[in-house]
């Protein structure tokens, strides 16, 4: 999928995030969760899941009825770069699916079709009325018989191929040619069928001149060098694959190449770029090969796996079939690098992952995109734990989980998105919510049984299509769990359990906890029947685990109590529930709760809470600060130095130190944004020598997209 989610550092970022930005990101979060939970009124009465009034998706949005099997594509096209336009043939080899098929839809939007042939040579009649292109056969197929229509036409596209003169590190003209398939894009330079409900084998005759070099799908089986700088490329896959994943990146591209366990890895770039830059960008691939083959337990199914950055993609990534393509902000020096909040690693990994959950096994239709974005997101995040620690990938999680119920459509179903699908290419919380239906899964399952269904899915599932059903039978024939309430809750439901939660000690050695939930329920938002752990902390430091499963609006628990004083309530301590929690409980509990070094994930739920109250409580603020200095993860210290914006020496003190000396830019980025925004009135001269020695002393030289955003910092300053 084009990976459009908002990372802050991208221009075209989701707008939620950019709104975050400028007011400062967790502690916006922090309020907006609050207010919206208190602004939720007390859910109706049975206006749970039974009432949930889903239509089905549109045939439009859903996949439509095909007249035929797609087996082949063939593609025969120059490239006319001075033109803008693509030429030549494209031929459709089908087989028929039903008694006495007279005619055959493919798509096509905007082509100049000149002549359509079948195999015997006949010219057939044929009509286009956009998205189709409907053909009459010359005689009537019988099941199982099979034609090729040989369609030859100009495209001069808007949408789908787009030609590009110059690029981000190449001197004067730089051309470069990219495609980008999904969704339903490939229509508009393509003539085929361009829907993920058929799957076909691909091959590529790509003619173009100015020296360039025509990527595409599969294994390279040759060249052919015509006059005048020309050059005709060859390509085939020997895989099916569904058509939106058909694409071409044609450039005079500097190749820099790894290779893991025999297997090609190629990575192209803009001429002047230089290998510095591209392994920067994608040098960790045979590495994350390696981590992914292993997980999942299946080979990399194609003859190589080539990146190439372009200029001015539309999206931050897509993952054609062994032709990822990225956009050229992941190619840069360090500085810039940094800026771009764990990426290259995150997309570079997210693109690879799709290799297997996208295109060895693909959705069936958009409805059921979740299936491959939700195992992208979460494999990327995976993969920065194993390399970064689990602690990381704990964190990475809980930003996910933030920015997913902060957005606007949380409340839209994953699969059966009508309403977004109606609206175009809207359901970007696949990207945040998905991650955590297959995080809170395997918490279910248990990891052994969770990898090992996966691992079936993938065995049983490819080279074919999916739907969600088929992952749910899958994990019910490997584990025997049955999962089609959680899918009927969590991914044909919308939206998340606001819990809010109050407890007190009672009678007989009882904690009595009050728990309600408070979500706005609809008919796209249940009551959820949910399981729920919660962690008691003694003085005498034993810990004990509470299990209990909640499907009511309010319900009171009542748990046994140790002899020992009580030292904090923590709810959903392992991080394994996709839930907002509103838990009331005194600042002790949030300072201990902000000491727990072996749960990152609980230092980082108890800092927009120590924040708030920082406001009164000296000791909330020196815990904010322990945390900005001592946190074990550096998206933890970052948060925190974040938070330490109240009118404090110590928080001046501490930032400083950061600033000039965290290991991690992100940290130290933080802290001057910090200091900036909030001790400028009484230690910075907005723009001024101080602020120029500051960042003298944090020894960065902050990139231009930093620096243009200090400078609007200090540009609001009153
Ligand atoms: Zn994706």
Same mark, same amino acid.
């Given at each position: 999928?084009?990976w459009t ?13 950019q709104t ?17 939970a208190?602004?939720c ?9 039974g009432s ?23 593609l ?74 040989r ?10 191929m ?12 730089a051309p ?11 229509r ?9 409900s058929d799957r076909?084998?691909?091959d ?41 994943l ?9 190749r ?25 960008a ?19 199914p ?10 001015d ?13 990225v ?5 840069g ?57 689990e602690g990381?990938?704990?964190l990475?999680?809980?930003?996910y ?6 957005r ?14 109606s ?8 990207y ?6 297959l ?12 990898w ?5 899915y993938?065995?049983r ?51 009595e ?54 030292a ?13 929690? !509103?838990? %009331?409980? /005194?600042l &002790?509990?949030w300072?201990h709760?902000?000491?727990?070094? =072996?749960? $990152? #994930?609980?230092?980082? *739920?108890?800092l ?5 109250l920082?406001?009164?409580e ?11 200095t ?14 330490? !914006?109240? %009118?404090? /020496?110590? &928080?001046?003190?501490v ?5 000039? =000396?965290? $290991? #991690?830019p992100?940290? *130290? ?35 231009p ?7 609007e ?6």
């Amino acid at each position: 999928m084009p990976w459009t989610r908002g990372r802050t550092s991208f221009p075209g970022a989701d707008p939620t995030k950019q709104t975050m930005k400028r007011h400062n990101f967790p502690w916006a979060l922090a309020a907006l969760l609050s207010a919206c939970a208190a602004s939720c009124s007390v859910p109706g009465a049975g206006a749970g899941r039974g009432s949930l009034a889903l239509r089905a998706d549109t045939l439009e949005h859903n996949g439509w009825d095909r007249d035929c099997d797609l087996i082949h594509v063939s593609l025969d096209l120059v490239l006319d770069f001075e033109g803008r336009r693509v030429h030549g043939t494209v031929t459709n080899w089908i087989r028929a699916l039903r008694e006495d098929t007279q005619q055959v839809r493919l798509h096509a939007v905007g082509l100049e079709v000149r002549e359509v042939l079948d195999a015997a040579g006949h010219v057939l009649a044929f009509r286009l009325e956009d998205p189709w292109l409907t053909i009459e056969l010359a005689e009537p197929l019988a099941v199982g018989e099979e034609e090729s229509l040989r369609i030859r036409y100009v495209a001069r596209p808007e949408r789908g191929m787009h030609f590009r003169e110059a690029s981000k590190h190449a001197q004067g003209f730089a051309p470069q040619i990219w495609t980008q398939g999904q969704r339903e894009q490939n229509r508009h330079w393509l003539p085929t069928w361009d829907y993920p409900s058929d799957r076909a084998t691909v091959d590529a005759k790509l003619r173009v001149g100015f020296e360039m070099t025509a990527l595409s799908n599969g294994e390279l089986l040759g060249v052919d060098v015509h006059d005048l700088g020309e050059r005709t490329f060859r390509w085939r896959t020997a895989q099916s694959i569904p058509t939106y994943l058909i694409a071409v990146a044609a450039g005079r591209w500097e190749r820099y190449a790894d290779e893991w366990q025999g297997l090609p890895l190629e990575y192209y770039v803009a001429p002047g770029t230089g290998e510095e830059r591209a392994r920067r960008a994608f040098g960790e691939t045979p590495a994350m090969m390696a981590f992914f083959t292993e997980l999942l337990d299946e080979p990399y199914p194609y003859a190589k796996y080539a990146q190439v950055a372009v200029t001015d993609f539309r999206s931050a990534g897509m993952e054609n079939a062994s032709l990822t393509i990225v956009h050229d902000r992941l190619i840069g020096d360090a500085e810039e690098i940094a800026d771009l909040d764990g990426d290259p690693r995150l997309l570079v990994a997210h693109e690879l992952a799709h290799q297997w959950f996208g295109n060895h096994v693909t959705c069936f239709g958009w409805s059921h995109l979740w299936l491959n974005e939700a195992w992208a997101s979460y494999l990327e995040i995976l993969y920065e734990g194993h390399v970064a620690g689990e602690g990381r990938a704990a964190l990475w999680l809980e930003r996910y989980r933030e920015w997913y119920q902060i957005r606007p459509d949380a409340d839209v179903p994953v699969v059966l998105d009508w309403r977004t699908q109606s609206a175009g290419d809207r359901a970007n919380h696949l990207y945040t919510k998905g991650p955590w239906i297959l995080h809170m899964i395997r918490a279910r399952l248990g990891d052994e049984a969770f990898w090992r269904a996966t691992r079936a899915y993938l065995d049983r599932h490819a080279g074919g299509l999916v739907t969600t059903g088929d992952f749910v039978r899958t994990v019910f024939d490997e584990t025997g769990v049955n999962l089609e309430g959680f899918v009927e809750q969590w991914v044909e439901g919308g939206g998340f359990p606001r819990l809010e939660v109050s407890f007190e000690a009672a009678a007989g050695d009882v904690l009595e906890l009050d728990v309600r939930q408070v979500q706005e329920t609809s008919e796209l938002v249940p009551l959820f029947e949910i399981p729920l752990e919660l962690d008691l902390y003694y003085v005498d430091g034993t810990v004990a685990r509470h299990r209990v499963r909640l499907d009511g609006e309010q319900e009171t628990l009542r748990l046994p109590l140790h002899d020992a004083e009580l030292a904090n309530v923590v709810i959903d301590p392992a991080g394994v529930l996709l839930c907002a929690i !509103d838990l %009331d409980k /005194p600042l &002790a509990m949030w300072m201990h709760q902000s000491t727990l070094q =072996s749960a $990152p #994930a609980m230092q980082w *739920r108890a800092l927009p809470r120590l924040r708030e109250l920082a406001e009164r409580e000296d000791r909330a603020r020196v815990a904010i600060l322990r945390l900005a200095t001592e946190g074990p993860e550096e998206l933890l210290r970052e948060r925190a130095s974040t938070l330490a !914006d109240f %009118d404090d /020496p110590r &928080a001046v003190d501490v930032l400083m130190r950061l600033a000039t =000396s965290d $290991p #991690a830019p992100r940290v *130290r980025r933080a802290a001057v944004h910090t200091l900036i925004q909030h001790s400028a009135r009484s230690q910075f001269e907005p723009g001024g020598d101080e602020y120029e020695a500051l960042l003298t002393r944090v020894g960065i030289e902050p990139s231009p997209a930093v620096r243009s955003e200090i400078q609007e910092l200090l540009e609001l300053e009153p």
